[in-house]
């Protein structure tokens, strides 16, 4: 039997209120890349032939690289923010939950940055 009342037992393990952002920005992010994901499918339907130098002259138009690199970067926060919803629902350690966490989040910036950098080195052609 424990003197303990209920409401001191669960004090300080109630919400971070940090849940409805995260939940809100993922859900943004899914909205956001409903109408990316269809202009890339059709803008890539809509191309005659898929080789190489029709793909480069693709990225080289402005507005199709930019938005290339608003759809990566948008699919890269929305995958990094489902990642971690699976590590913290799965993973029971507090250590291991924290870096893997961080391990992710690390790995989601490298692919962001990395696909940003090809874009913008095919979209300037040898400028960078």
Request: proline share 2%; charged share 10%.
């Amino acid at each position: 039997m424990s003197l303990v009342s209920p409401l001191n037992k669960v004090i300080g393990l109630g919400s971070a209120k940090e849940g409805a952002e995260h939940w809100w920005m993922q859900r943004l992010s899914a909205v956001a890349l409903i109408p990316l994901g269809l202009w890339f499918s059709v803008a890539l339907g809509a191309m005659d032939q898929l080789d190489y130098s029709s793909v480069v002259e693709f990225v080289r138009h402005p507005v199709n690289s930019i938005l290339l690199i608003l759809t990566l970067i948008t699919m890269t926060y929305h995958s990094q923010l489902g990642v971690q919803v699976v590590v913290e629902d799965y993973v029971h350690s507090s250590s291991l939950k924290i870096i893997t966490i961080v391990a992710v989040s690390f790995a989601h910036i490298l692919v962001a940055v990395t696909g940003v950098f090809a874009i913008l080195k095919v979209a300037l052609g040898a400028a960078i």
